[in-house]
Every structure is written in C-alpha cells, then in structure tokens.
C-alpha cells in the first residue's frame, strides 16, 4: 500500500501528526517498536510495573551505553561508558503504541514566554550553548489551547507572578485534591508564597469516549485502566485509526532510514515482530522516537549523501541534549504531632496533591550567586506529590541500627515492628524542583561501535555531562520547597539535587533554528536538508524550559501537523 505519511514512533510528538493527517484524509502509516496494548493490559500491579519493567525491552536485548566523568589518579577527568546491561540503568520510558505518554504523571505546565529567549534575556553562559527558540511563545500559544481541548486537560487558572498569557481558561474543571492541598494554600500564603494547582492531562469527567479519573492512587509510571489519562493511544491515535486513514503497525522496529543520492527519504527498512526485513515508503517522513533514540536512528542512516547520518552534515545530530535540571525533597508528618482529624485528613489516597510554586520561575535575588553573578536567573517550578508505592515505601525498612550504630539486617518480629512503624506513624510529603538542564558539549548521542541490539544494530552511547549551574539553580529552588515544608510543621526535612539525568524527561539533540550550521531542523521542524523529513519528538527542543516537556513536545507536534498538512496539500496538487 502507498502512504502520505510515514511516522516512526507514536508518542507525544508522533501521535497529533497522526490524529491531524488522517483527518485531513491522508493515509498516515505508524511504525511502533513495541506491542499494542490497551486498557485492558494496564494493571496496578507494582511488582509488574516498577520492579519488572514490563513496558519495556529487557536490557540484554535492547541497551544503552552511558558514559559518565570520572577522574584519574592525577585528578584529571576522562569519560567511561558502561552498558546498560550491566549496570541496569535502564533508559527506556515505554515502547508501547503511545509511547512514553501512557506512563506520565500528566503534569501539564506550560511553557512561558521567557523559556524562548533564554539568550536574549540572561545572556550567554560560559560552557553552555545557549540559543534563544526560532519561534515565540504567541506562536506556541494556539496550539496549547489545542492539547488542553484535544488530550484533556483539567485545572483552573490562579493568578500569580509568573503566570503565562493565556487566550482560554482549561476545558475540563480540576481534578479531585487531597486535604494537604489546603494545608499547602494555607502555609503559602502566610509565608508570603503563592500555590497554584497543578494542571493535570487526566480528564476530570468523561468525555471523547474516555473514562475519567478513578483515583486509584497509583499514576505515574503506570498505564490508565479508565482511559483518563491523555497519552497519545488513547487520546489521538484510537480517533485516528477509527477515521480510516491510519495504519498502526506494532512490533515494528526501524532500523535505517534509505535516501538516495541528491538526499530525498526514500524508504523506511524495519524488522517485524518475528525479525523479517522490511520496507515501507511514503511522501512525508516523520521521526518521533524520543530523543536519544530519534538521534541514534538519524545517526545510523547514513546514505551517499549524508556519510555521518541522515541531516547529518552539520554535525549537530545527536548534539545538545536536554534532560531536566533540579532536585527532591522531603519532610516527615508523624502522627503524634497531629489532631485526629489532621491524622484522618493525611491517611486519605487516591486524590491528588496537585499543588506547585512558580514564584521563583525567574529569579531576581542579590544572593543568587549564579554563572552570571548578577543575581538575576531563570529559576523553575516545584511540585509536590505524595508516593503510594507500598514495596518502594518498604524498602529500606529491613535495616536497622544497633545501639554501637552499626547497621543491621532486621529479621522476624523486628523487621514487623519496622515495618509497622512505617506505614501506621508518619507520612512523607516530597517535591520535585525543574529547572533548565542547560544544553553542553558533554552532554550528546553518538553511536557505540562495539554494542549491538538484538538485531546486531549500534546502541546508543550517551554522554551524560551537565552544567554546574544546573546544580545552583536547583539548590536555590529547593531551599525554598524546604521553607514551605518547616511552614507545614514537617518533621527531617531534607533535599538533594544531582547532575544525574532524570531519564524520564529527555529531549534535544535535533535542535531546531533557523542556522542550518548550528541546527538539524528549520523553525517547522523540517530538516534543513532533507525535505521530505520532520522530527516533532521533544528533539527539536533547543532549551527545555523550567517544567516537564509532554505538554509543549504536544502542543509543538500539533503545530507541525498544520505545516506537514500544507507541505502534503501541495504535492497532492
């Protein structure tokens, strides 16, 4: 069969150019590396999902290489790779039809509009490679709207310092909230912060033939049984196929994208589900296999004229990869400390949080001591969030301190009594701090020459380095979560920020930008120099901005759909 469209990946940034083509009328065809699963597949069952892994490939088949700093012993620093396979650092976030969207949290912040002129407004950092987006936020801002309407977004608007222009209020009312939301309001307000809700891509009523929220307490990292949580298969693409003009075809691993020689996309080569070679053509290619594996993909197609991989004469494939800056925290609510009532309020699960603090999205304080010195910086969001997880929650209960202060392993009635302590004594509010993961020459995909996958194909080899101010920025913000949590009369307060990546949130190494010399994609995330090929996964991301990406790597990916649906029109015609 002959296709318009070609998608390889079906995520967040491949499943709006699904939804969008197919309802134009062209026939879109979507390669996904992993199995089709639905609701009916999606358990809450921790053991499955957080311990096993089941979404994703087992590591001895499908790996990366990750290569870390070290230093020698004459303290000079060099960079070692070690398997993923052996270290167990997994990488994958879902190879599923929907990708990783089916797994997320859901927490939909919007970009603002500084996020697209980093440069323009702190200026350049030393050691970081800084670029302002070749787009505004105005243009960006339609196409929030969109996602909000289309995936189903609940939360309600609350003005605060940063708030970001916005032309409607959100389509579906909040979702349920646990009391400690107004405890969170209340110890804002009085220590002169502003908490705002969080909106969420969970849908707050039923509506688009999907189920709303159920409340089970289990959400992030686990598939939606209701169907209320906006991944890309349940939102877009089960719309799509039911059009008629979309063919999703799972199991299907790519492996190398052909071009001929003035560099035209000719065919798309991928392995089926019982490992055959085959071949698939289109008018219009998009790649949409989040970042590391979008980059390791174009890198591995190399044609006549791309000896370095496909758009690769640049040299910027696989450069300038994001992940995302900052930290966690906690503090410790025991039981004796509080009323009955306070104790009921705080035993409750199921609802959510959902509470933030944007106050320090820009930070504007003479005692930040930052890259540029000038206490001025772009700062982040903190969000904050119980975790159900009965077994995560238990680990760590089977040691205990002997009066010497020596650890030992608890057994029998000791371990019991441990474990009770733990879940019947106290509660853990934690929050996780965003900021900028500043874009590096230490941080980049490449091909390893020596791993292979299953199918004997290069792995992905990621240079993980970070900028330090990555770091300060996450400490600032941390001790600001820290002040709110003493306000609420925790108990251990505590927090740690790492340049460790967060795997769960990558983008870059396709930057878009309108200098074809510093950059993979043009502004409508086309390659510069293929003209049949778009990339819409979080790849063309330049900077990745101060909150999770799903929402603008969607928001984006709609937008790109307009200009593929145009580019189509026109060789139709």
Same mark, same amino acid.
């Given at each position: 069969?002959?296709?318009?469209?070609?998608?390889?990946?079906?995520? !967040?940034?491949?499943?709006?150019?699904?939804?969008?083509?197919?309802?134009?009328?062209?026939?879109?065809?979507?390669?996904?590396?992993?199995?089709?699963?639905?609701?009916?597949?999606?358990?809450?069952?921790?053991?499955?999902?957080?311990?096993?892994?089941?979404?994703?490939?087992?590591?001895?088949?499908? $790996?990366?290489?990750?290569?870390?700093?070290?230093?020698?012993?004459?303290?000079?620093?060099?960079?070692?790779?070690?398997?993923?396979?052996?270290?167990?650092?997994?990488?994958?976030?879902?190879?599923?039809?929907?990708?990783?969207?089916?797994?997320?949290?859901?927490?939909?912040?919007?970009?603002?509009?500084?996020?697209? %002129?980093?440069?323009?407004?702190?200026? !350049?950092?030393?050691?970081?490679?800084?670029?302002?987006?070749?787009?505004?936020?105005?243009?960006?801002?339609?196409?929030?709207?969109?996602?909000?309407?289309?995936?189903?977004?609940?939360?309600?608007?609350?003005?605060?310092?940063?708030?970001?222009? %916005?032309?409607?209020?959100?389509?579906?009312?909040?979702?349920?909230?646990?009391?400690?939301?107004?405890?969170?309001?209340?110890?804002?307000?009085?220590?002169?912060?502003?908490?705002?809700?969080?909106?969420?891509?969970?849908?707050?009523?039923?509506?688009?033939?999907?189920?709303?929220?159920?409340?089970?307490?289990?959400?992030?990292?686990?598939?939606?049984?209701?169907?209320?949580?906006?991944?890309?298969?349940?939102?877009?693409?089960?719309?799509?196929?039911?059009?008629?003009?979309?063919?999703?075809?799972?199991? @299907?691993?790519?492996?190398?994208?052909?071009?001929?020689?003035?560099?035209?996309?000719?065919?798309?080569?991928?392995?089926?589900?019982?490992?055959?070679?085959?071949?698939?053509?289109?008018?219009?290619?998009?790649?949409?296999?989040? @970042?590391?594996?979008?980059? %390791?993909?174009?890198?591995?197609?190399?044609?006549?004229?791309?000896?370095?991989?496909?758009?690769?004469?640049?040299?910027?494939?696989?450069?300038?990869?994001?992940?995302?800056?900052?930290?966690?925290?906690?503090?410790?609510?025991?039981?004796?400390?509080?009323?009955?009532?306070?104790?009921?309020?705080?035993?409750?699960?199921?609802?959510?949080?959902?509470?933030?603090? $944007?106050?320090?999205?820009?930070?504007?304080?003479?005692?930040?001591?930052?890259?540029?010195?000038?206490?001025?910086?772009?700062?982040?969001?903190?969000?904050?969030?119980?975790?159900?997880?009965?077994?995560?929650? !238990?680990?760590?209960?089977?040691?205990?301190?002997?009066?010497?202060?020596?650890?030992?392993?608890?057994?029998?009635?000791?371990?019991?009594?441990?474990?009770?302590?733990?879940?019947?004594?106290?509660?853990?509010?934690?929050?996780?701090?965003?900021?900028?993961?500043?874009?590096?020459?230490?941080?980049?995909?490449?091909?390893?020459?020596?791993?292979?996958?299953?199918?004997?194909?290069?792995?992905?080899?990621?240079?993980?380095?970070?900028?330090?101010?990555?770091?300060?920025?996450?400490?600032?913000?941390?001790?600001? @979560?820290?002040?709110?949590?003493?306000?609420?009369?925790?108990?251990?307060?505590?927090?740690?920020?790492?340049?460790?990546?967060?795997?769960?949130?990558? !983008?870059?190494?396709?930057?878009?930008?309108?200098?074809?010399?510093?950059?993979?994609?043009?502004?409508?995330?086309?390659?510069?120099?293929?003209?049949?090929?778009?990339?819409?996964?979080?790849?063309?991301?330049?900077?990745?901005?101060?909150?999770?990406?799903?929402?603008?790597?969607?928001?984006? @990916?709609?937008?790109?759909?307009?200009?593929?649906?145009?580019?189509?029109?026109?060789?139709?015609?």
């Amino acid at each position: 069969m002959s296709y318009d469209i070609c998608i390889i990946g079906s995520g !967040a940034g491949a499943s709006p150019i699904a939804h969008q083509l197919a309802k134009a009328g062209a026939k879109v065809l979507v390669l996904e590396k992993g199995p089709w699963l639905t609701e009916k597949e999606f358990f809450k069952d921790e053991l499955t999902i957080s311990i096993h892994d089941a979404y994703n490939p087992k590591l001895t088949d499908e $790996q990366h290489v990750i290569e870390e700093e070290y230093l020698d012993e004459n303290d000079k620093p060099f960079w070692q790779g070690e398997k993923t396979s052996d270290s167990g650092w997994s990488w994958w976030n879902g190879n599923v039809v929907g990708g990783s969207s089916n797994f997320m949290s859901g927490y939909f912040h919007r970009l603002k509009p500084i996020d697209f %002129r980093l440069k323009s407004e702190f200026g !350049a950092i030393p050691g970081a490679n800084i670029e302002d987006w070749p787009i505004s936020y105005d243009e960006l801002e339609p196409y929030y709207a969109k996602v909000e309407r289309e995936v189903g977004v609940s939360g309600r608007v609350v003005e605060h310092p940063h708030q970001e222009p %916005r032309s409607t209020d959100f389509p579906y009312p909040p979702i349920a909230e646990l009391p400690m939301s107004s405890w969170i309001d209340k110890a804002a307000k009085e220590i002169g912060y502003h908490a705002i809700p969080v909106p969420r891509a969970i849908l707050s009523e039923p509506a688009m033939g999907r189920r709303s929220c159920e409340y089970s307490g289990y959400c992030s990292s686990y598939g939606c049984a209701s169907g209320a949580k906006g991944s890309g298969r349940a939102a877009l693409l089960n719309h799509a196929v039911a059009s008629g003009n979309c063919t999703i075809k799972a199991n @299907a691993k790519v492996y190398k994208i052909a071009s001929d020689k003035e560099g035209k996309i000719t065919a798309v080569h991928y392995y089926d589900q019982v490992g055959r070679k085959k071949s698939v053509s289109a008018k219009i290619y998009v790649v949409a296999c989040q @970042a590391v594996e979008t980059s %390791r993909l174009l890198l591995a197609s190399t044609g006549e004229k791309f000896p370095q991989g496909l758009a690769n004469n640049s040299g910027q494939v696989g450069r300038n990869l994001l992940f995302s800056g900052g930290g966690t925290g906690q503090g410790d609510f025991n039981y004796s400390d509080l009323s009955e009532q306070k104790v009921n309020e705080l035993k409750q699960v199921g609802p959510f949080i959902n509470r933030a603090l $944007q106050d320090w999205y820009q930070i504007a304080d003479k005692s930040f001591t930052g890259a540029n010195n000038k206490g001025q910086a772009k700062g982040g969001t903190i969000d904050f969030l119980f975790h159900q997880n009965p077994i995560a929650r !238990a680990r760590g209960t089977q040691w205990g301190v002997t009066k010497s202060g020596d650890e030992q392993l608890l057994w029998g009635e000791d371990l019991k009594q441990s474990l009770k302590t733990e879940f019947t004594s106290y509660k853990t509010l934690r929050f996780e701090v965003f900021n900028d993961w500043l874009p590096t020459d230490d941080c980049f995909v490449s091909l390893d020459n020596e791993v292979t996958d299953q199918w004997g194909d290069p792995v992905a080899k990621v240079r993980i380095g970070y900028h330090d101010h990555d770091l300060e920025v996450g400490e600032y913000l941390s001790k600001k @979560a820290e002040k709110l949590l003493e306000a609420l009369g925790a108990k251990n307060v505590s927090s740690s920020v790492s340049g460790y990546p967060s795997t769960n949130l990558m !983008a870059g190494g396709c930057r878009f930008g309108n200098d074809p010399k510093t950059s993979v994609l043009n502004k409508n995330c086309q390659a510069h120099e293929v003209d049949n090929l778009y990339v819409t996964d979080g790849s063309f991301m330049p900077t990745g901005g101060s909150v999770p990406y799903t929402f603008t790597i969607y928001a984006n @990916a709609f937008r790109v759909a307009d200009k593929i649906k145009a580019h189509w029109l026109t060789l139709q015609s």
